[in-house]
């Protein structure tokens, strides 16, 4: 697993392989996550990452939030419970040198705090598959107050997913067993 473009191009990351199901921890493929990005960045929402405040929910690795910070966010939250994950996100962070520009926050996504700071433009959440966690947290994130009104929340999941009222489903890409839902509030 690699930094596909953009200050951290190349650049190898901590990873798990293939994933670690105890753990829950399952990364989004390079080929996904270049695809994902040719959409975020040169697609129809404009440059959705240059200078954005990006949210990870269900962070894993770290590998979407640290692949935005790298091709231009401004900053990014990483949100992940598990310890595994905490550890390979924080040495993802290390490996970028970007300690400066990273929050990494212990908690369950589906139980967000009330955001302690300014709401986020770009939403990543990427939960277990098949477990209905990305519903819980998207209602949390909306409750706390963490997404900006023009935010663009990108949703990954294996099965067809039920947005809140307060989103709309803007578009549905397929890769494989994966699905990328993009989102806004209505």
Not at 9 to 33: E, M, N, S
Not at 53 to 65: I, N, P, S
Not at 89 to 96: L, S, Y
Request: overall charge neutral.
């Amino acid at each position: 697993m690699r930094i596909i473009a953009g200050k951290y191009r190349g650049l190898a990351l901590a990873a798990l392989g293939k994933g670690d199901a105890g753990a829950h921890l399952r990364p989004t493929t390079d080929r996904v996550r270049e695809s994902l990005f040719s959409v975020l960045v040169a697609g129809k929402y404009g440059d959705a990452v240059e200078d954005a405040r990006v949210l990870d929910l269900f962070a894993g690795t770290g590998a979407l939030g640290l692949e935005a910070l790298s091709r231009g966010a401004d900053c990014v939250t990483f949100v992940d419970d598990g310890r595994k994950a905490q550890g390979l996100i924080a040495e993802n962070i290390a490996k970028c040198k970007a300690q400066d520009l990273c929050t990494l926050m212990r908690a369950d996504a589906t139980r967000l705090p009330v955001n302690p700071s300014e709401p986020y433009d770009l939403i990543f959440l990427d939960p277990p598959y098949g477990k209905a966690l990305g519903e819980k947290a998207i209602a949390a994130a909306l409750k706390g107050n963490w997404l900006t009104k023009r935010a663009l929340v990108v949703w990954e999941d294996s099965a067809a997913i039920t947005p809140p009222e307060a989103l709309t489903l803007l578009d549905t890409r397929r890769y494989g067993d994966t699905k990328i839902n993009f989102l806004e509030p209505k």
